[in-house]
């Protein structure tokens, strides 16, 4: 990412090259954390003194279909090392969906002092940078937070089957032939659960991919983020706006497009997303 692109965008500051992070691998003000998909790629190679967070095993309820609350954040961020005044740097295989995702979820619980590092794992390992198996133990912390506000940046199904009734904008990131109903999964995954194809009525379909840049898998620069969101799918800034996918990750990529990269005032995550919406009783859907 080049600095001049850096300006451009809304937030600049969120997002951080693999250049910075190497320079800051011993800031004692930094905590990097990589999160993945794949949950055994940490314990094969990371960076430098980074920790990791399982999408699955630290950041969901292990009963509820629901993310950790009060105490289970404040243990999480005290046992990797965490202060309220500590930066968490996140990365992560697959484009950074889980680092996005993990991001999303902090955000959640209200730490703002949160990056991700841009192209993620596959940018770091293309440029030939230092791994190590080597699991640093960083001193537990005391970390206190508030209860945890989904009303900023986390949609629920009525509030996303009242946006349908009043024809707000939502995003469908995912694949055509999901958006299609033709698969009612990505292709090579399993199916989680979806009992119908198709979409949420109204929602574009703008897959989180295109925000990427295939070459060097960081995010594009703002003039084409612009150019896809704002000018060829007319999307407002200034309205709200609800992004899921299956789950929820591929969609918090895209939430984080949308409101750091491009500043856009109310944007929220359906982490329910497909595996929910098709299987609700009577809620419309399209093909």
Known sequence: MKATEARTYAHPDVLVATSWVATNLENPKVRIIESN????????GHIPGAVHVDWTNDLNDSVRRDYIRKAGFESLMSRIGVTADTTVVFYGDKNNWW??????????????????????????ERERRMLTREVRQYPETQ???QERDDSVNRAFRDEVLKHTELKLPLVDVRSVDEYTGKRLHMPD??????LRGGHIPGAKHI?????????????????????IYLEEN???????????CRIGERSSHTWF???YLLGFKNVKNYDGSWTE?????DVPIEK
């Open 143 to 145: 970390y206190k937070v």
């Open 99 to 124: 680092a996005c995702y993990a991001f999303w979820v902090f955000q959640l619980f209200g730490h703002t002092r949160a990056k991700v590092m841009d192209g993620g794992r596959v940018k770091w």
């Open 257 to 259: 497009v949308l409101k």
């Open 37 to 44: 998909e794949d949950t055994l790629l940490y314990s094969s």
């Open 234 to 244: 007319r999307l407002n800034p200034d309205e709200k706006i609800i992004a899921y």
């Open 189 to 194: 995954y399993p199916n989680e659960g979806a």
């Open 277 to 281: 919406w098709g299987n609700l009783v």
């Open 207 to 227: 897959p989180w991919s295109r925000a990427i840049n295939p070459e060097t898998g960081a995010f594009r620069s703002a003039d084409e983020l612009n150019q």
